[in-house]
């Protein structure tokens, strides 16, 4: 006997679209060589020395995370800001969407105050303003759809809370429209003011340059806004 008629052969969900560079972070290769990598990339990038240690100043004072509160580390990788967040006496949901990364991560940093989770930020079952802060240390600029995934932060973060950004701005050069052509990598290098609309209810707390790489201090100030679509 037949059973109810179904609209598709294939009921399998179509897996999610993946930029070249998220891809590329599914390699254990890639979780491998990471950590030395980003040992170095912001010094790369900024163009003058700026190492781990000036980066974690840097957030500490501009975030002030508070002993217990509980923070998301989107994007993960091999978990930096998820270690220094616990550190800090944070509880720590640390989220990237490769295993690889994130096996490596735990690896690195196995600190009872981190969980860590494979899942998409731009689409994930997270509970609405749940979280005190967010860290996004350069997923902004791997992430397939940014618009979408910066819609997933603001949702999941609670009235009052923070987020801090770090990324690779635009610069109109070569190399990254290089980057940004599909094949290469499908990298978005976002410009400062349109990050800024992609987070309506939240506010620019602080903002600093420094040759390529931005980083943001957002706060939230109202409720109830953001539905990740
Ligand atoms: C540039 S690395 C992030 C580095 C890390 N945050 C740090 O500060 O060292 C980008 C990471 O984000 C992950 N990723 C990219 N898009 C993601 C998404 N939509 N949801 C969760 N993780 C994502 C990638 O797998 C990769 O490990």
Redesign the pocket.
Same mark, same amino acid.
């Given at each position: 006997m037949d059973g109810p008629a179904q609209r598709k052969e294939n009921l399998n969900l179509p897996a999610p679209a993946m930029t070249v560079?998220?891809r590329s972070? %599914?390699s254990p290769m890639t979780a491998r060589a990471?950590t030395a990598w980003?040992r170095r990339s912001l010094s790369l990038l900024a163009g003058q020395p700026f190492d781990l240690a000036r980066e974690e100043r840097l957030f500490l004072t501009q975030c002030a995370p508070q002993r217990g509160g509980w923070w998301l @580390?989107?994007?993960? =990788?091999?978990?930096?800001?998820a270690e220094v967040l616990a550190r800090a006496g944070c509880r720590v949901l640390a989220? @990237? %969407? =490769?295993p690889a990364?994130l096996a490596e991560a735990a690896r690195q940093h196995p600190h009872p105050g981190i969980d860590w989770a494979a899942?998409?930020?731009?689409d =994930?079952a997270l509970p609405d303003a749940s979280f005190d802060g967010v860290?996004?240390?350069?997923?902004l600029?791997?992430?397939?759809d940014p618009a979408r995934?910066l819609r997933?932060v603001a949702r999941v973060l609670r009235p009052g809370g923070q987020v801090w950004l770090?990324y690779l701005r635009r610069t109109g050069g070569p190399v990254q429209g290089v980057l940004a052509h599909p094949a290469a990598g499908g990298l978005t290098f976002p410009d400062p003011a349109w990050v800024a609309r992609q987070l309506p209810g939240l506010h620019l707390a602080h903002g600093l340059t420094v040759g390529a790489v931005r980083f943001e201090r957002h706060v939230k100030t109202t409720a109830g806004r953001h539905t990740a679509s």
């Open positions: 560079a998220q972070n %599914l990471y980003r @580390d989107a994007g993960t =990788s091999t978990g930096f800001y989220a @990237d %969407l =490769s990364m899942l998409n930020v731009e =994930s860290t996004v240390g350069a997923t600029n791997e992430t397939h995934f997933g770090m």
